[in-house]
Every structure is written in structure tokens, then in C-alpha cells.
């Protein structure tokens, strides 16, 4: 079974600085895919990043980017230019990516980020 | 373009009771799955439905059990009711089960076991 760790139960950060989450993973498959999600109090979970295992590059999505290191299995979000509407729980994510697993996603247990004015 | 909806928003009950969660996917979608949120936790994976038919389960007990109707939208059933689950209960839609579709989230149920 796979496992995902988030070492950081909460982090803080400046207004327009950049912050980092880290998030680590176990696995014994070779492919697969890892998400970064966004729970603000609103509750709805949203998605901010995705990477797939067989790609080298690693993802950016505007003011989001991560570092993806697969034989260390380390998957972390950094977040440049701070905005305060980016305070909210971040969780990282796990799905295989082979088809008889179907799409479920194994979550860590989350980081709270806090954006201070 | 509705996302994916769940109702109802907020559920207080007590031990021993049952409870039904409801979901409607999103627009194109046909798969369903639920997700348990314990509070200060991530999410933990209950079943997934697909054509009706439960097709994927997580390490949930019977007293879970799900429905999923002919126009994609699901029911999660809870028996007997103990105060551990207590939780936000998250739907999430996705068009096939296959690993590179995204899954849609809706804003959740949050159940209250007193």
C-alpha cells in the first residue's frame, strides 16, 4: 500500500515571500501520479498542481511550482509572491497510474499555511 | 456548467442511528467516490462507484455502503452510527475510472455524531 507524508503540520509565511511544503511518499510502483491540493475553510478541495512520475520536468502552474525528486520520493510545493488568499490547508496526494487501481487518491495528513500581511 | 453537489450541507445524529449522504456529480461525469475526513486529517478513501456497481473500497467496515443510481448520482449509507464518525464526508466525480482523469471535489458533508 502506499503512504504520503507531510512533515509540516503548519507553516507560516510574509505577504510576497516564497514558502516551501514539503511531502514525501511510499511506493513500490514506477508509475504514478502526485497532486498538490488546496482545502480553504470553504471546504472544497482544489486542485493546484499535478505531476505525473514518467516526466522529468517538473510541473509550474503561475505562481506554483514543484520539486519532484523520485528516487528520494519527495514531492514538494513551493509557492512564490505569497498572497493572503493562499492561507488554507494544502495536502499532498497519491494516485497509481495503473488502470486496475482506478483513480482513487491516498492523501497525507495535511500542512496548515498561514499568510501573514 | 453545476459542479459536483452534496447535500446536506451540515448532519447532527446520534449513536446508534443511521445516516444517507447524497451526491450529484459534475456535469459529464460518471464515477463517483467518497472520501472520509476525520477534522485535522486528510482524506481517507471509502468506495468508488462506476456503473452502479461498487468497483474500488478502502478499508472502511459494511456499516459504509454506498448506491450508485442510473443518472451517476450516489448515495453513502451509514449504520449504526458510533461518535468516531464523525467527519466531512467528500464526494468527488470524475469522467471514467481511469488513473489520468482528474477527480472533481464537492464541498462536503459535515456529519456531527453526539
Known amino acids: 500500500a502506499q503512504t504520503v507524508t507531510q512533515s509540516q503540520p503548519e507553516m507560516s509565511v510574509q505577504e510576497a515571500e516564497t514558502v516551501t511544503l514539503s511531502c514525501t511518499y511510499d511506493?513500490?510502483?514506477?508509475?504514478?501520479?502526485l497532486f498538490w491540493y488546496k482545502q480553504p475553510p470553504s471546504r472544497q478541495m482544489i486542485l493546484v498542481i499535478r505531476?505525473?512520475?514518467?516526466?522529468?520536468q517538473n510541473a509550474t502552474e503561475n505562481r506554483f511550482s514543484v520539486n519532484f525528486q523520485k528516487a528520494a520520493k519527495s514531492f514538494s510545493l513551493k509557492i512564490s509572491d505569497s498572497q493572503l488568499g493562499d492561507a488554507a490547508m494544502y495536502f499532498c496526494?497519491?494516485?497509481?497510474?495503473?488502470?486496475?487501481?482506478?483513480?482513487?487518491?491516498?492523501f497525507g495528513g495535511g500542512t496548515r499555511l498561514m499568510v501573514k500581511p | 456548467d453545476a459542479g459536483v453537489t452534496q447535500s446536506p450541507t451540515h448532519l447532527i445524529k446520534t449513536r446508534g442511528q443511521q445516516v444517507t449522504l447524497r451526491c450529484s456529480p459534475k456535469?459529464?461525469?460518471?464515477?463517483v467516490s467518497w472520501y472520509q475526513q476525520a477534522l485535522g486529517q486528510g482524506p481517507q478513501f471509502i468506495f468508488q462507484?462506476?456503473?452502479?456497481?461498487?468497483?474500488q473500497r478502502g478499508n472502511f467496515p459494511d456499516r459504509f455502503s454506498g448506491h450508485q443510481f442510473p443518472n451517476y448520482s450516489s448515495e453513502l449509507n451509514v449504520n449504526a452510527l458510533l461518535l468516531g464518525d464523525s467527519a466531512l464526508y467528500l464526494c468527488?466525480?470524475?469522467?471514467?475510472?481511469?488513473?489520468?482523469?482528474?477527480?472533481?471535489f464537492g464541498d462536503g458533508t459535515r456529519l456531527s455524531i453526539l
Open positions: 496526494a497519491y494516485r497509481s497510474a495503473y488502470n486496475n487501481a482506478g483513480n482513487m487518491l491516498t
Open positions: 505531476q505525473e512520475a514518467y516526466k522529468q
Open positions: 468527488a466525480s470524475s469522467r471514467g475510472r481511469t488513473p489520468n482523469q482528474p477527480q472533481h
Open positions: 462507484y462506476y456503473e452502479e456497481e461498487e468497483r
Open positions: 511506493t513500490s510502483e514506477s508509475d504514478y501520479y
Open positions: 456535469s459529464g461525469h460518471d464515477t
